[in-house]
């Protein structure tokens, strides 16, 4: 039962524009979401994240809104770079289980010269 | 470089064979998490350990276990394999005192089960 849902396998972006990544989620116990960004032949690394409480977090050309009656959230990336061409996961979690994330199958960034 | 290390890096094997994976968490950090990605798959939670003691359980089979020593460091446990055993599985650690939920991942064990 996948409670996070990427529902776009892949994006493709000029430089310079926005990046927009979404994510839906199903489980309404869920207080805290994390973007994840993942290169080949690396482990997932932290990007930003969200807690229940709050409806954006912004942090440099990263940007998080979270839409909780939606269950909805999304990234914002601007202006994207080359270097942001990676793979991105969702993931959420309720701070009740340990901080088990529960993620989204990824979303494939590619941002084109 | 997140701190955590995974061993072997790659790993193939036939069906029905024993493996153990490795993790050393980053350097203070009490939790440890095991995830598998199979291919064009999201991460699937299997195990937590907290301090030496299971934590949280997700989709874990019962072919596989894990375990984590007093001096914090974890093993994964998979015997009797199948091929759908094949995949990436990552440890990640975290410390305890995070409130983020933000975990620290190693670059992953690749199994190929043939």
């Known amino acids: 039962d996948q409670q996070v849902k990427q529902n776009s396998p892949s994006l493709s972006v000029q430089e310079g524009r926005i990046s927009i990544l979404n994510c839906d989620y199903t489980n309404s116990m869920f207080d805290y979401f994390l973007w994840y960004k993942k290169y080949p032949a690396e482990g997932p690394t932290f990007l930003i994240s969200i807690s229940s409480i709050k409806d954006k977090n912004e942090d440099g050309r990263f940007t998080v809104f979270l839409n909780k009656s939606a269950k909805h959230l999304s990234l914002h990336i601007v202006p994207s770079q080359p270097g942001d061409s990676a793979v991105y996961f969702c993931?959420?979690?309720?701070?009740?289980?340990?901080?088990?994330?529960?993620f989204g199958k990824g979303t494939s960034l590619l941002v084109t010269p | 470089d997140s701190g955590v290390t995974q061993t072997p890096k790659h790993l193939i094997t036939a069906t029905g064979q024993r493996v153990t994976l490795r993790c050393s968490p980053r350097s203070g950090d009490l939790s440890v998490y095991w995830y598998q990605q199979s291919l064009d798959q999201g991460l699937q939670f299997l195990i937590q350990?907290?301090?030496?003691?299971?934590?949280a359980k997700g989709n874990i089979l019962e072919r596989f276990s894990a375990q984590q020593f007093p001096d914090l460091h974890s093993e994964l446990n998979l015997s009797s394999l199948e091929l759908g055993d094949s995949a990436l599985y990552f440890c990640a650690s975290s410390p305890h005192h995070a409130n983020t939920g933000e975990l620290f991942f190693g670059e992953g064990s690749r199994l190929t089960v043939l």
């Open positions: 350990y907290y301090n030496g003691e299971e934590r």
């Open positions: 993931a959420a979690t309720n701070s009740n289980s340990g901080y088990a994330l529960n």
